[in-house]
């Protein structure tokens, strides 16, 4: 069975990312030094919190280098919601370069009259490109986000899209990289579903 890495820098919601991966019939281990990460298949970036801690808890352990490591040979990552921000080149939230292996800045959210910011609870996610791990989810499908802060979106990397207060991108994808900005974890049977498309991807 394919051997998939979650990857621990001290800021993952570790338990139910897990308990998700398994509920799909895959095989996933906690690791938080950067050997373990390597001999993994595939590797998810979960993430709670912010930006620059982010960053400083991936280059801490050395999974930063084990995240661009797996990108640069073409195995599998997904990240999820700060996972996905620092995949980007930088964020407004902090003055920490992100991991540059996706092209782009992440940008605050813009709070508007009847827009509140963080952005909490459920929302539609358009598809704007085909994408093996969204195939099977209809376009419009209401995942579950916590986030102040999202990247714009861009054609060529954005795979899904929402609106709160300004559109931005809440699923991209470069080469063996995906990434949602909601949380697939919380996100009842579509989010599973995805989950259990990651597992068939990497199998």
Avoid at 116 to 124: D, L, Q, R
Avoid at 169 to 183: D, E, I, M, R, Y
Wanted: net charge negative.
């Amino acid at each position: 069975m394919a051997r998939i890495a979650i990857l621990d820098y001290g800021m993952g919601n570790l338990r139910s990312v897990r308990h998700a991966v398994e509920r799909v019939g895959g095989s996933p281990s906690v690791v938080d030094k950067p050997d373990e990460a390597a001999r993994a298949d595939a590797a998810i970036v979960p993430g709670v919190g912010a930006f620059g801690a982010c960053m400083r808890g991936l280059v801490r352990t050395g999974l930063d280098a084990a995240v661009r490591e797996m990108a640069a040979d073409g195995r599998p990552v997904l990240g999820v919601c700060l996972g996905m921000q620092v995949l980007f080149s930088s964020s407004e939230e902090d003055e920490d370069p992100g991991l540059g292996l996706i092209p782009g800045a992440v940008r605050r959210l813009d709070a508007a009259p009847g827009v509140k910011v963080p952005h909490m609870g459920w929302n539609e996610v358009r598809w704007t490109a085909d994408h093996p791990l969204t195939r099977g989810i209809p376009s419009g499908t209401r995942f579950y986000f916590v986030h102040s802060y999202a990247p714009d979106v861009t054609e060529g990397v954005t795979v899904g899209a929402t609106t709160h207060g300004r559109e931005f991108g809440s699923a991209v994808a470069s080469g063996s990289l995906f990434a949602t900005q909601f949380h697939p974890e919380r996100s009842g049977d579509a989010g599973l579903a995805l989950y259990e498309a990651f597992v068939k991807e990497v199998a």
